[in-house]
């Protein structure tokens, strides 16, 4: 009788173990993600350029801004439209500090909302950069990190999981998209969408208006697959 009656309280001891180990497993921590992964990201502005429509020399400042991550020392990933028709960007980092940066590479917006733009030589140093990952489920808890609304005085954090993936979203093109009922603004657009263990699942492109909290998502795979163009376009550049 008192074997049964240990074999039964060792039984329960190891339940309550693991479900306290799983609740304790779950629970990520917030604010050591968000210190560990915002060196990485950064505002940008892109900058007017003479031949851009309606350029005027007597204009300082951007023509918009918004959010981007490094995915290598020098190299920052960011949203197509964030880089079209544009040659030279402004890069704020989260201490604050600003260098100049150069287009380099932009995927067709039908098919890919993704752009990448490289430090200028003089500014380039080994700087914290993220890595990409391409296996994502639904509700896994994700957080976008940004600058909504151009607020350049702090990297904002939002948490939330996702909803749907590979849907055909047209008015962001033929892509297939990931949805996330992450909360994101004006100015996140080319922020990181980054998973528990810090490392991005894709770059937040949109949001459809009159929904709250439908965030639009390109995913991690195809960030990869543009980022193999973008390194190549820099190797071509530096050859010559």
């Not at 607020?151 to 749907?164: D, E, F, H, M, R």
Request: net charge negative; glycine share 10%; proline share 5%.
């Amino acid at each position: 009788m008192k074997k049964w009656i240990l074999r039964i309280g060792i039984t329960l001891w190891l339940t309550c173990s693991a479900i306290t180990l799983q609740h304790v497993y779950s629970e990520p921590n917030l604010p050591k993600l968000y210190r560990d992964v915002s060196p990485a990201v950064v505002w940008i502005g892109a900058e007017y350029d003479e031949d851009y429509p309606g350029y005027d020399p007597y204009h300082y400042g951007t023509k918009w801004q918004g959010t981007g991550f490094f995915v290598t020392p020098n190299l920052i990933a960011t949203a197509g439209h964030m880089v079209e028709d544009t040659k030279s960007f402004e890069v704020m980092f989260s201490d604050g500090t600003r260098a100049k940066a150069d287009f380099v590479h932009m995927e067709n917006l039908d098919r890919c909302d993704v752009g990448f733009i490289v430090l200028r030589s003089k500014h380039r140093k080994d700087r914290p950069y993220l890595n990409l990952d391409t296996e994502i489920e639904i509700g896994e808890d994700l957080i976008i990190l940004g600058y909504p609304h151009g607020l350049n005085n702090g990297i904002t954090l939002t948490k939330g999981v996702v909803s749907l993936l590979n849907r055909d979203e047209p008015y962001f093109g033929t892509k297939l998209v990931i949805h996330t009922d992450t909360a994101a603004w004006y100015g996140n657009s080319g922020g990181p969408v980054i998973d528990m263990d810090g490392e991005v699942v894709g770059i937040y492109i949109g949001l459809e208006v009159g929904y709250d909290n439908f965030s639009i998502v390109t995913p991690a795979r195809l960030v990869e697959l543009a980022m193999q163009k973008a390194i190549a376009e820099i190797g071509l550049r530096e050859m010559k």
